[in-house]
């Protein structure tokens, strides 16, 4: 009997997913618009003027909740290894308190690194500075290979600090402004925060479900309650002794972080299952697993097209048709691979369904201000397509075809800077970048520039994955 041991291919494609429509939707040329439904809901097309009151989402919207619900997951996998590995509890939560650290520095650093943030048109000086702050943060965060004496680490991950120093201190914003605390990545600030709550959320609450959804319940109630004029929820919920550094406005992303974290429970439970015949017995047909991957896929299709065009009610109803669908079909499972789509897919249409209710508060789902529809419905579709990922990869045996996706879910802190420190700096300065800016003569040919832009960071960051070089985070 084989005891083989799964690995995470699906939720690490997952991730590597959200960061690579994150890049495309970054790259998606302006000036001649696409249909709105290509853009963030509240920044539509033709003059992309932030409208809060503007609902809906659209794919582009889905890809920092996805990328959330897939950092949450993973809290299990390095968390638990540290706990079987004895570790006191006192190292453990200071080695998170020390992620969130590193990552508020990586924030800082990266945002004002960015030749096009820091010089409105970036000469080759400008671009080079991109290069070089690229290596310094490689040097700073790579993870080294053990053949590499511990000395010669210190030394250089030392230089590369050296090294960061004086890039920041050289630098002048348009503005005559140079270093400031308060000039970070916003979705990497976000990260720091949600990642320090939700890692230790998890390790007191790991045996104790309930007082986790406890937990979610309370952050719910004072989310609901925080913009009560003179209330304590309101003081609090704006109490920020350091708020170039921590919100609690932040925190409030832990509602997908939060469901993202019992998926993850349960996704390392299946990986630590060893796999025999007598295990491994298929209850679903192949037919029966395509038919789910395609449920899943319409779930997602069928939700944001239909909260997009505003048939709310239209929408619902035919999700409801399409869970239907999906129970049937789980209602054969046998097998732990079938048990956990089966248990996964349970979660997501509650989520999916408790975003609904909200839906029609606070105006209908919104990204930006951020609605309580919003968490839920994303966290659902977040679950529907990590199932979708996990059939493609774990059951169809097809990972050779999305091993790009999955190189860029294991090194997603490269792939996430890699276009703005060290793809777009090469295409300048190797004057690619010209080549390129001629197919923005009309919208799609500029969609498929971000194509083209965003393959170029894939590739980048599949190379260093494939080289056994990661960014620790």
Known sequence: MSTTIRRADALDALRGLAILLMVLSGSIHFPNPLPAWMYHAQVPPPDFKFNPDLPGITWVDLVFP??????????PFGLSKKIESGMQQWKINLQIVQRGLLLVVFAIFVQHTKPFAFSADPTPVDWIIGLISFFVLFLFLVRFPESIKIVYQYVMKSAAAIGAVVILSMITFPDGSGFSLTRSDIIIIVLANVAVAGSLIWIYTRNNMLLRLGILGILIALRLTQNIEGSWNQWLWNLSPVPWMYKLYYLQYLFIVIPGTIAGDLIYGWINTPQGESVETEGVSRSGMLALFLIMSALLVVTVAGLFSRNVIATIGTDILIFVAGFVILQKALNSTERLYKTIFNWGSFWLMLGFFFEAYEGGIKKDH????????????????????SIFADRFKKS?????????????????????????????LTSLSTVLHYLTVSPWLGFVKGLIFTLLVALSTSFFTKKGLFWRT
């Not at 996805?66 to 809290?75: E, I, K, S, T, Y």
């Not at 529809?373 to 579709?381: A, D, R, W």
């Not at 050779?400 to 802190?413: E, F, H, S, V």
Request: no cysteine; glycine share 6%; aromatic share 20%.
């Open 370 to 389: 951020p609605t309580m529809s919003y968490y839920f419905v994303t966290t659902g579709l977040a679950m529907y397509t990590y199932i979708a990922f």
């Open 66 to 75: 996805f990328f959330l619900f897939a950092m949450g997951a993973a809290f």
């Open 400 to 428: 050779r075809y999305i091993a790009l996706l999955i190189d860029n879910g294991k090194n997603p802190m490269i792939a996430y800077v890699a276009g703005n420190i060290l793809v777009l700096p090469i295409l300048s």
